[in-house]
């Protein structure tokens, strides 16, 4: 099982540390969804892409590289020795409508029409940006393909236009495996060694820069906007009391010592990846320093500064460990 993506685990934060009556939350709730199931897209494709050999196929999901100072995003991307194949992912249901003349794709649900972005336009400019990306690195690549996979089983497709051009590049993941096959009976030769994949493979991970933004700058939010306290694990209550070393929930009366691990991920993914002793007094509703301190100092994390002004790193990955580790 893979991490889901870190804007996700952020907006997910977001919503758990928003008052239900904040006016905010329906635009982040929206966002969530949207980007889950652009996420649960991709992942669909998994049991398909589990059947190509491993030896001939490299795959990378939700790349996202930097080209002329602007950011063009892959969802996946197959690399083997005689060609690529890009693959725009889209999670759509509906009766969906391509329409030739226009480039325009126009989607039918509940007897509503609505306009969408038209992908192969979209998957079309990923690949012109990934060509030029590749020469800007000096990197020879083998012929590149691009495809839309439609991943979702109530979709319909259809075309205005007999001889479409969406017939070729646009289909639903079922077909996903007699399409590469088909790439294989077309790209017959070796344009690239095994060594040349593994480097590119490299320099692709090496330049990945996931959309991580700053979320309560991207909502006009401050850290005032948020719920603080250590939530109950088991009635997800706030804020759970500190009553000898253990956190207490007022209203179902668990009892749970590492409640706070996960209060501390909601401040690194929504506040700051360090955190000082009052911050964390202030956030997890602890009179005492010295019980902050000692919380602190059991995550065994990297501190800088000196006594009066110390913070403490609050790395995603370990907090993740640590909250795996925790009895509660
Ligand atoms: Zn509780």
């Not at 020469?135 to 996979?149: F, G, Q, S, T, Y």
């Not at 991943?151 to 051009?165: H, P, W």
Request: charged share 25%; aromatic share 10%; proline share 5%.
């Amino acid at each position: 099982m893979t991490m889901e993506p870190i804007f996700v685990q952020k907006l997910r934060a977001l919503l758990s540390r928003l008052p239900l009556n904040h006016p905010v939350r329906e635009k982040v709730e929206s966002d969530l969804g949207k980007r889950v199931a652009g996420y649960k897209g991709e992942q669909s494709l998994h049991y398909y892409l589990s059947f190509l050999p491993e030896k001939e196929f490299h795959i990378l999901y939700d790349l996202r590289l930097s080209f002329n100072n602007h950011f063009f995003q892959i969802d996946v991307l197959l690399l083997s020795k005689r060609f690529f194949l890009i693959l725009e992912v889209k999670n759509m249901a509906g009766t969906l409508l391509f329409d030739d003349r226009f480039n325009q794709v126009i989607r039918i649900k509940d007897g509503e029409e609505e306009p969408f972005q038209d992908p192969l336009q979209q998957v079309k400019h990923q690949q012109f940006q990934f060509l030029n990306w590749l020469k800007r690195k000096h990197i020879e690549p083998a012929p590149v393909e691009a495809l839309v996979l439609i991943v979702n089983r109530n979709a319909i497709l259809k075309t205005m236009d007999e001889k479409s051009k969406y017939v070729e590049k646009v289909l639903h993941s079922t077909m996903l495996l007699p399409k590469i096959d088909n790439f294989k009976k077309l790209y017959k030769d070796f344009h690239l060694t095994d060594k040349d994949i593994k480097k590119i493979k490299k320099l692709l991970l090496k330049n990945n820069t996931p959309y991580n933004p700053d979320v309560l700058q991207l909502y006009n939010l401050s850290k005032t906007d948020l719920l603080s306290g250590v939530r109950c694990p088991n009635c997800s209550y706030l804020p759970m009391d500190r009553v000898y070393g253990k956190w207490i929930c007022r209203d179902c009366d668990t009892s749970a010592k590492g409640a706070h691990l996960n209060a501390l991920l909601d401040y690194s993914l929504l506040c700051r990846s360090t955190i000082s002793n009052q911050e964390v007094r202030s956030f997890l509703h602890i009179s005492s320093p010295s019980v902050a301190q000692k919380l602190l100092q059991s995550l065994n994390t990297p501190q800088t500064g000196t006594t009066i002004n110390r913070t403490y790193k609050l790395p995603l990955q370990h907090l993740y460990s640590l909250i795996k580790k925790s009895p509660c």
